[in-house]
């Protein structure tokens, strides 16, 4: 049974840090690249940043320089470092694991950046 569990998000304040992590469970994680994207309120999903395989990095440019994905393949999580936090950072942010045309998305965690 497939899995993906998102952790890490919660309140913050501008200039603050989070870092979230989802965990994998129920095919080879490492064979599937790995994103975040976000939602925030009254607005359209969002692309983030995605890790390949290989650890190719991509972001989008609004995040460009503040935030960081990663991933343990041993452990089956990526992770998504967030630094110098804006308050139009505030959405909920899910991880998409994705081969082809096959992917899984997680449940989503909420990140409010919030003076």
């Known amino acids: 049974q497939v899995q993906l569990v998102e952790s890490g998000g919660g309140l913050v304040q501008p200039g603050g840090s989070l870092r979230l992590s989802c965990s994998a469970s129920?095919?080879?994680?490492?064979?599937?690249?790995a994103a975040w994207y976000r939602q925030a309120p009254g607005k359209q999903r969002e692309f983030v940043a995605r890790i390949a395989t290989g650890g190719h990095t991509y972001y989008a440019n609004s995040v460009k320089g503040r935030f960081t994905i990663s991933r343990d393949n041993a452990k089956n999580t990526v992770f998504l470092q967030m630094n110098s936090l804006k308050l139009e950072d505030t959405a909920v942010y899910f991880c998409?694991?994705?081969?082809?045309?096959?992917?899984?998305w997680g449940q989503g965690t909420q990140v409010t950046v919030s003076v």
């Open positions: 998409n694991l994705a081969q082809g045309l096959r992917e899984f």
């Open positions: 129920g095919f080879t994680f490492s064979s599937y690249a």
